[in-house]
């Protein structure tokens, strides 16, 4: 097809990197050479490789004589990167200008060329980082686990582990038949077993130790249990390189074991509080454990201190998942892995596992889990353990369990967000009116001064009526009633502005001027003067001009 002046134009001033790529080539060029720039363009979201115009600005069109044919070089880019290339040919005063526009690679699949996966730095062809393929490829949601590992047999699984898997799928769906598989058929039932081979998650879920250190010596747990920040070995390092099932239970003991309880009265009742909960922390392991990248050499770490707990896993967020949209979206990158887990009632198939452990936090008045440190290459969540008020905790039991079961995870971070007095982000101001409506928080103000604060029950009990009175403020009739009687004490001399914001010292400027138009409207006040030099009087009277 032939290109406008207008595309062509636009085209040389475009910038070299950002999906172009200029050589002058005036005699010739290798068509090698084109084939690996093709692979790097498509690589790197698709582009156009144009002959015949100098690369440097501002580049000029100096014509070349490359692919005289360049419907058979068209044919020869299709079969060797099997992309729909086409091309482009502009009759240019200055020579001839020859474009191939290469589209993008397909979804989660690079484009390799004789064995190498090629991308563009700077002038030069180099293949593409290990890290950038495993991004592409996980794009497409490739499930390593589910892959078969040529070399392991039965013999190499751990019998105890699957029977501990069989039990708690038995209770969880009561199908007491599951009792009468054998071990074979219950792996190939659950996918661990595919065409009576085993798979990488059945390697992780229930090998052995000698088969893991010959295999997969990455898919270990490590607990480290330290006392303090300081550097230096630990108090206490215990290895599991084992199945999954057969140490699950052994490593929340060994958490549990320095596990203190905090607690708190509640008028005649005390309130026990564990510095570590059960399920989250269970929640926050099986996390670590379905969605670890285990293409990578690293080890998935759980590391306790006396009131925080650490759990590193390798491997950023999943593609399209981070620390803003972890609650509404589930994208688990190890999906054989996940649905073994929720077959036998360990996690839940929709992924709320971690809508509870932020639900858990805020309901125990413990800071919500914390993401810091979290990069592409490992994630990193901390559930710290401090209860922070005493006093939110009496407030929720009074607010009553039967509606705290009917609060979404969004309803308990918007209560989150208003007991530490953050401003409400956008994404939970649709759930302020069910939590007003409750009772459970209360708004004051009028327009866009409109805020909101826990019920008047919080502050009861945490004993500062006074703070919810001041933060509340007076309503809004009892405000005018207090200016018209600073104004009736002053009748003789006027009111100014300036001594009328000091009656509500917690009010700006322009919501005092709002309450005055009003009772003047009313007719209960007049004033002189103009703007904040007026003095207002009580009564009717003739408003200055």
């Known amino acids: 097809m032939i290109m406008t002046i207008e595309q062509l134009e636009e085209m040389l001033s475009s910038k070299e990197g950002e999906h172009c790529e200029f050589k002058k080539a005036t005699n010739n060029y290798h068509f090698e050479k084109l084939v690996k ?61 020859l474009v191939f ?27 593409m980082s290990e ?56 792996l190939g039932d659950i996918e661990a077993l595919v065409d009576d081979q085993v798979t990488y998650a059945a390697l992780i ?24 920040d300081a550097s230096g070995p630990a108090q ?47 929640e926050a392991i099986l996390n670590a454990v379905s969605h670890r990248d285990y293409q990578l050499g690293g080890s998935v770490f759980v590391r306790q201190y006396p009131r925080r707990l650490v759990i590193e896993s390798p491997g950023g967020f999943p593609v399209g998942i981070n620390e803003r949209n972890i609650l509404d979206r589930q994208s688990p990158r190890n999906r054989r892995i996940a649905d073994i887990f929720a077959k036998c009632g360990l996690v839940e198939r929709s992924g709320q596992g971690m809508n509870l452990m932020f639900e858990q936090s805020i309901q125990e008045s413990k800071p919500i889990p914390d993401f810091s440190g979290t990069d592409r290459y490992q994630v990193v969540l901390t559930l710290h353990g401090d209860v922070q008020d005493p006093k939110f905790l009496q407030f929720l039991e009074k607010v009553g369990r039967e509606k705290l079961q009917l609060f979404s995870t969004a309803d308990f ?38 805020k909101y604060i826990l019920g008047r029950k919080y502050y009861k009990m945490a004993g500062q009526k006074g703070v919810y009175t001041r933060k509340k403020g007076l309503d809004r009739e009892t405000n005018k009633a207090l200016l018209l009687k600073h104004i009736e004490d002053n009748r003789k001399s006027g009111s100014k502005l300036k001594e009328l914001m000091q009656v509500l010292p917690a009010h700006t400027m322009p919501q005092v001027q709002t309450l005055l138009r009003e009772l003047k409207a009313e007719g209960k006040i007049h004033n002189t003067g103009k703007t904040r030099g007026a003095l207002w ?6 408003t200055s001009k």
């Open 37 to 97: 720039y093709c692979a790097a363009l498509a690589n790197e979201g698709g582009g156009d490789f144009v002959l015949g115009v100098t690369d440097k600005r501002p580049r000029l069109v100096v014509g070349t004589r490359a692919f005289p044919q360049p419907e058979r070089t068209r044919a020869g880019l299709i079969e060797r990167l099997h992309l729909n290339i086409d091309f482009s040919v502009f009759k240019h005063p200055d020579g001839r200008v």
């Open 537 to 542: 009087y009580p009564g009717e009277g003739i």
């Open 413 to 450: 971070l918007l209560l989150d967000v208003i007991h530490r007095e953050q401003p409400v982000p956008e994404h939970l101001k649709p759930r302020l009116h069910k939590l007003t409506t409750l009772g459970v928080i209360e708004k004051y103000g009028r327009g866009r001064g409109v």
């Open 205 to 228: 879920l229930f090998g052995t130790k000698k088969a893991l250190g010959k295999y997969l010596a990455q898919s270990e747990v490590i607990f480290e249990y330290r006392s303090s």
């Open 131 to 186: 890290d950038r393929l495993r991004e592409i490829f996980a794009e497409a949601g490739r499930d390593f686990t589910s892959e078969i590992c040529a070399e392991a047999t039965l013999s190499d699984l751990d019998r105890n582990a699957i029977e501990d898997f069989r039990r708690r799928w038995i209770a969880k769906t009561g199908n007491h038949t599951l009792s009468t598989l054998t071990q074979k058929q219950l």
């Open 101 to 127: 526009h290469v589209p993008p690679r397909p979804y989660g699949t690079p484009v390799k060329y004789k064995g190498i996966y090629w991308q563009r730095r700077g002038d030069s062809l180099v293949p």
């Open 236 to 282: 206490q390092r215990v290895e599991f390189r084992q199945g999954f099932f057969s140490f699950y239970d052994e490593l929340w003991e060994l958490i549990n074991l320095r596990n203190d309880i905090q607690h708190f009265q509640s008028g005649l009742f005390v309130l026990d509080i564990p510095t570590f909960s059960e399920r989250p922390v269970r």
